[in-house]
């Protein structure tokens, strides 16, 4: 069903914002990942999100680098320019559109691979420098798009490996103030992780 | 970085890059001199890509082409390279006036505001409307419903949305070939010097060679009366230089890199005869005027007749 145009009929009492938005004024297209995947919630969240903050969908720019979880904002915010990016690179992009334009709001989307990985350089610098923007990081434990393989980070969300990861990594992810957005279930076992990717 | 070029040309997203070619990584030695990116900026960089390359001969085309390369980026909507070297770049220069008041006013290409949006103007972010190869684009903010888009490198079709299909692929390269054929219109032409009748080799130069080629082909006039000029200012894949190229029945590329990197170019993009040219040989500095001269020589003896210092008897 992912070919087809997403409907855009709804209910006639489907309650709108105090801006005259409905939650639908801020979905995208049909989503294209795997069923049951935990992005497309992430991805309903902050669709519910939005709506809640009454926040016009064209002044939110969203940005984001390479993945699965990259992918996601095509499925919402449709009325929201947006670019998807280089692997990891999304901070520095999303920086220079910031210095661009000030009076947008920009939502940065990044997957733990992107993020944790090849772009933990970027990471840690749009941190450092206080860009003033909203960092997803949607943590699914793999590489999705590239057929599963494992990723960096802890195998689940910071406080849960604090324990159990190294010194390193839990002083980087107790560092990081940003929304963190696991996408797999916490009992979910990495071979069953691979399996709901591809 | 190469992949940000790489998607920025894809994307259609301008930029502009300001490239001091040296030879060689940084060895705290900052004097060798050299011309030595265009070749792979031209058509090496990440992906099946191709760019558009200024050089700037003097600081005063430098600062002339810097103005002229924020309009292109914008027009284009691709990377622009300004392709400078460290002698233009190190080194005191005489050069005509900046002439501030032209680069008042930026062309920022075409760009559709909240106005032609809500007039029900048809938009696609990469809808080739003009056949020219170069779409219209928006602002982010620019109109609550219509407008934008979410776009990324290459695998999409004219509206922007992800498209694996190959026939998006290859429409969307194809509508990049157009641009660049529109791009020629747009770049400085490049500079013919005089022309001797009697003329039989051409001389192709660029960049910071040119005061010292300038001077050899003054030199050259006096005695063999043989020679012609042009100085490549832009690009060089232009028809002026193919022609100018199928004129003389030999062509000299002086460049500073140890390649020929501007003459592979020309063989490959001006479709001539790769025989028909010829690089120059390497040097750690500058060309001067001797050199120059020298190695013309080596490959066309009639200047050989004319010794380089007159001995006084």
Known sequence: ?198 | MQEFIGLAYFARYPAVIFDIQRGGPSDRHADAHAAVGHRDLRLRLHGDTKHVLLLPADPHECFEFAGLSFDLADRLQTPIFVMLDLDIGMNEWLSAPFAVGRLARLDRGKVMGFDDLEAGRAFGRYLDVDDDGIAYRTYPGTHPTRGAFFTRGSSKDADAPLHRGGSAYVENMQRLQKKFRTARNLLPAPVLGRTHKSARFGVIYYGSTAPAMEEALERSRTTARCSTSCACAPSPSTTTVAAFIARYDKVFVVEQNRDGQMRMLLVNECNVDPTSSFPFSLRRHAHHRRFIIREIAAGWPALTSDPFRKVIA
């Open chain 1, 1 to 198: 069903m992912t070919f087809i145009t997403k409907p855009t009929f709804h209910h006639l009492k489907l309650a709108p914002n105090s801006l005259g938005y409905t939650r639908r004024d801020y979905e995208g297209a049909v989503s294209t990942l795997c069923a049951g995947c935990g992005h497309d919630s992430i991805s309903a969240a902050i669709i519910q999100a939005c709506f809640e903050l009454e926040i016009p969908p064209h002044r939110i720019a969203k940005l984001s680098g390479i993945g699965c979880s990259s992918k996601t904002p095509n499925y919402f915010l449709g009325s929201s320019h947006g670019f998807n990016s280089v692997h990891g690179r999304m901070p520095s992009v999303l920086t220079g559109a910031n210095l661009a334009n000030r009076d947008l709001i920009y939502l940065g989307v990044s997957g733990d691979g992107d993020s944790a990985s090849i772009g933990l350089g970027q990471f840690a610098h749009c941190i450092r420098r206080s860009v003033n923007m909203t960092y997803i990081v949607e943590n699914n434990g793999v590489y999705g798009l590239t057929k599963g393989q494992f990723s960096p980070p802890p195998t689940a969300a910071p406080r849960a490996s604090a324990a159990s990861s190294t010194s390193t990594s839990r002083s980087i992810w107790s560092a990081c103030r940003c929304s963190w957005a696991p996408a797999s279930s916490p009992a979910a076992s990495p071979a069953t992780r691979t399996s709901s990717c591809r």
